[in-house]
């Protein structure tokens, strides 16, 4: 009986505890200034080739993704220069709860509590203390041939960010980082979950163009170029993806009237 009310105290204090970052999250989505994100490196399969490419990091890598947020947020007229301000943290030891795969709601909810929870006992500090928090997790391309689904939430600002631990996916996994990040900030996937296919309109970084196929871009929430009515193609970089309209007020950089 006493071990069971201890685990429901511990349980209303985990719940507490998380109530209130996401409560204080959702207050800071003004644009009125940037919002500071932290990159925790993680060797997800204990690989020592990926041990060796993690000390190879650098802050200078990711500064492509803060100058592609800049140049998407004046697209649309925003204020702030920089709406993200990106800093690459210390690698973190041990591995986080994977989401379960075809979880019921109930499932998915108990989850993003114990990843939440994680996501605070693994935050090492920051000269400033960081928004949004995304564990970037390594993979050896040697053992691991496709990557899973990575999961970002926007209650919490955390996200689980399934890369490859290799220089030749560098620009690749720089489209994944933002893509999650922007599920941080509230944007939605643009895609048919169950073929992998960006929606049209939203979806389509020109869906006015014709002809319509193919595209040149992808709209970054869909994550790929759609090239004919079945076919897309993953972006290999940064530069051939845009953030569309539908995506901007999600975010709250369009004001919806």
């Known amino acids: 009986m006493m071990w069971r009310k201890l685990r429901i105290v511990i349980l209303l204090f985990v719940l507490a505890t998380v109530a209130q970052q996401a409560w204080l999250s959702d207050r800071d989505l003004d644009w009125g200034d940037n919002l500071y994100v932290a990159l925790y490196p993680v060797n997800v ?21 803060t100058e592609y947020f800049s140049a998407q947020a004046q697209r649309y007229g925003l204020a702030v220069y920089h709406p993200f301000a990106i800093r690459l943290g ?16 109930v499932q998915a909810m108990w ?22 928090r995304l564990y970037l997790l390594y993979h050896d391309p ?19 960010v399934n890369l490859f631990g290799d220089p030749a996916a560098d620009e ?11 599920h941080t900030v509230g944007a939605t996937d643009k895609y048919d979950l169950a073929m992998n ?22 709209e970054l929430m869909a994550g790929r170029i759609p090239v004919s009515e079945s076919e897309a193609e993953i972006p290999q970089n940064l530069q051939h993806t845009v953030i569309g309209p539908a995506t901007a007020r999600e975010i709250q950089w369009v004001k919806t009237r």
């Open 45 to 65: 399969d204990g690989s020592a080739k990926v041990a060796a490419y993690i000390r190879t990091l650098t802050p200078q890598q990711f500064e492509p993704l």
């Open 90 to 105: 210390d690698t973190v030891q041990g591995n986080p709860p994977l989401p379960p795969r075809a979880a019921s709601a």
């Open 111 to 132: 989850w993003s509590l114990k990843f939440r929870w994680w996501a605070w006992r693994h935050s090492p500090a920051m000269q400033v203390k960081p928004k949004i």
């Open 142 to 160: 040697g053992k691991v041939k496709a990557l899973s689904h990575s999961t970002a939430l926007s209650k919490g600002r955390v996200g689980l």
């Open 172 to 182: 690749q996994n720089m489209v994944i980082v933002a893509h999650e990040l922007l």
């Open 197 to 218: 296919r960006p929606l049209f309109p939203d979806g389509y970084a020109e869906p006015e163009r014709t002809p319509r196929h193919p595209q040149k871009l992808a």
